[in-house]
């Protein structure tokens, strides 16, 4: 059984900084993608970042120069480093699993598999 379980989100002024967390397990495939993407009230969720089994790594354009995405593959793990946080980056965050290459621009339908989602609220 594939787990996503995110941690990490929490409460920050504007400017701050976030580290989530994506910890899988049960995951297996030699060609998969891991996505991050927010939701909030009455909008779908939405694609921020993500990054692939070879390291290809993409942004959406709200996010890029801002936040980082990686991975350490021993500890099954990704990480989104958020810095320069803004009001409008609130959202509960979620990551997401889907055993093939992807870009920031699959849509959440095309995913898998999904942890349970963290908030993140970032004041101004």
């Known amino acids: 059984e594939v787990q996503l379980v995110e941690s990490g989100g929490g409460s920050v002024q504007a400017g701050g900084s976030l580290r989530l967390s994506c910890a899988a397990s049960?995951?297996?495939?030699?060609?998969?993608?891991i996505a991050w993407f927010r939701q909030t009230p009455g909008k779908d969720r939405e694609g921020i970042s993500c990054?692939?089994?070879?390291?290809?790594?993409h942004y959406a354009d709200s996010v890029e120069g801002r936040f980082t995405i990686s991975s350490d593959k021993a500890k099954n793990t990704v990480y989104l480093q958020m810095n320069s946080l803004k009001p409008e980056d609130t959202a509960v965050y979620y990551c997401?699993?889907?055993?093939?290459?992807?870009?920031?621009?699959?849509?959440?339908?095309?995913?898998?598999?999904w942890g349970q989602g963290t908030q993140v609220t970032v004041s101004s």
């Open positions: 990054i692939t089994e070879n390291g290809k790594i």
């Open positions: 049960g995951f297996t495939g030699d060609d998969y993608a």
């Open positions: 997401a699993a889907r055993n093939s290459f992807a870009t920031v621009r699959e849509s959440a339908g095309s995913y898998a598999y």
